[in-house]
């Protein structure tokens, strides 16, 4: 069964924008802190930011003040509003359901299949 799914990515030009969609199956989506993650190549994946349950938000620094993390609860889905993308940010977004506590997050085991995300001129 396919717990999350990603959707969204593509090639941008630098200073772009694009909104990344993570659709969760509703056991994951209603008990679970949802988060994404990105991975570009020949580097360890890394944490972007995460929405807790009850809605609170953390952000990289390295994205903080450009995206922004949300969530529709009568559709399940988590979203990644990218805005002033670079090169820097090419990398294969994922989602990830986990868990939350005292600021950090702990990822789970469920990891949807990734959305390629490519910043170029």
């Known amino acids: 069964q396919v717990q999350l799914v990603e959707s969204g990515g593509g090639l941008v030009q630098p200073g772009g924008s694009l909104r990344l969609s993570c659709a969760a199956a509703?056991?994951?989506?209603?008990?679970?802190?949802l988060a994404w993650y990105r991975q570009a190549p020949g580097k360890q994946r890394e944490l972007v930011a995460f929405?807790?349950?009850?809605?609170?938000?953390k952000y990289a620094d390295f994205v903080r003040g450009r995206f922004s993390i949300s969530r529709d609860t009568s559709d399940h889905t988590v979203f990644l509003q990218m805005n002033s993308l670079n090169p820097e940010d090419t990398a294969v977004y994922y989602c990830?359901?986990?868990?939350?506590?005292?600021?950090?997050?702990?990822?789970?085991?469920?990891w949807g299949q990734g959305t390629p995300v490519t910043v170029s001129s």
């Open positions: 509703s056991s994951i989506f209603n008990f679970y802190d």
């Open positions: 929405i807790t349950h009850m809605g609170r938000t």
């Open positions: 990830n359901a986990g868990i939350s506590e005292k600021g950090d997050y702990s990822p789970g085991v469920s």
